[in-house]
Structure formats: structure tokens, C-alpha cells
């Protein structure tokens, strides 16, 4: 069985959390500071094949940014997912992608190394649009591909 848990982030306007909520009850909001999102991840228990954290980028309108790594404290650890597939699939559903290997340095950042740590790699870190840009049209799509 392939058990996923999708992670968002906490706020009523927060895109990345309103598409984990809407995927699947079986999701996670991580609390908006470095200290209480490591003590949320922490409180998750291991029993998941794979992790998909969403983060928001105000800079993507109608298109995804895929991570492929997460950098912190000089420390890189990179998504052991098939990320090519998560992307062809993206792409299938009408949402453009690009995968990334230039991590950013920040909140999402730090989750995703967390994540990437706690589930030995097994993680993928999706930049998604705002809500200005994250109209329903884009959730659906976001939805198809992960709802299965």
C-alpha cells in the first residue's frame, strides 16, 4: 500500500494548506516558525511511504516549482521520489512544472529537510501559487493528480 501524507502549510489564505486539506484528510498543517513546524513534523508518526509538502512561491501564477533538494546548515539532502513522474503527471493535468535543484532558504526549505531526514528521502516539496493565483481551476487540476 502506498500511504501518503500531504503537508501545508497553517493560515486561512494559505494556498499550500487549503489544497493539502481539500486532497486528503490525512494531511498535516505545519505551524509559520522554524521552531513549530519541526515540533509538528516530529509529532507525525513514520508510517508513511511518501510526503508531499506544498509551499507557496507569490512569484508562480499559474505554474509549479518541484524541489529536488533541501540545503541547511551547509547540509544538502535530496527527494529519492520519482520526481520526473510527478512532473509528467503535473504536466498531463494542465499545470506546467519545473524542477529545481536551487533550493530556497527558507520556512519550505527547512520543512522539506526535516521531511527528507524523517522519511530516509522519501519527500517532495511542491511550490504552488498564492491564493491570488491558486483559483479553483488550479486546485482541481493540483487535486486530480494526487487523488487517486
Do not use: W
Request: aromatic share 8%; glycine share 6%.
Amino acid at each position: 500500500m502506498n500511504k501518503t501524507l500531504f503537508v501545508g502549510f497553517k493560515g486561512k489564505n494559505n494556498s499550500s494548506g487549503l489544497l493539502a486539506e481539500s486532497i486528503s484528510p490525512d494531511h498535516l498543517l505545519l505551524t509559520n516558525s522554524f521552531a513549530g513546524l519541526k515540533r509538528d513534523i516530529d509529532s507525525v508518526s513514520g508510517e508513511y511511504d511518501r510526503i508531499v509538502l506544498f509551499g507557496v512561491d507569490k512569484n508562480l501564477t499559474s505554474n509549479v516549482r518541484i524541489e529536488k533538494a533541501a540545503v541547511l546548515n551547509g547540509e544538502k539532502k535530496t527527494s529519492l521520489l520519482e520526481l520526473e513522474k510527478i512532473s509528467d503527471a503535473l504536466n498531463f493535468a494542465g499545470i506546467q512544472t519545473l524542477i529545481s535543484d536551487t533550493p530556497t532558504a527558507y520556512l519550505c526549505n527547512e520543512a522539506y529537510m526535516h521531511l527528507l531526514e524523517k522519511y530516509s528521502g522519501r519527500a517532495v516539496l511542491i511550490h504552488i501559487p498564492t491564493i491570488k493565483n491558486a483559483n479553483d481551476v488550479f486546485l482541481n487540476k493540483m487535486k486530480f493528480v494526487f487523488v487517486r
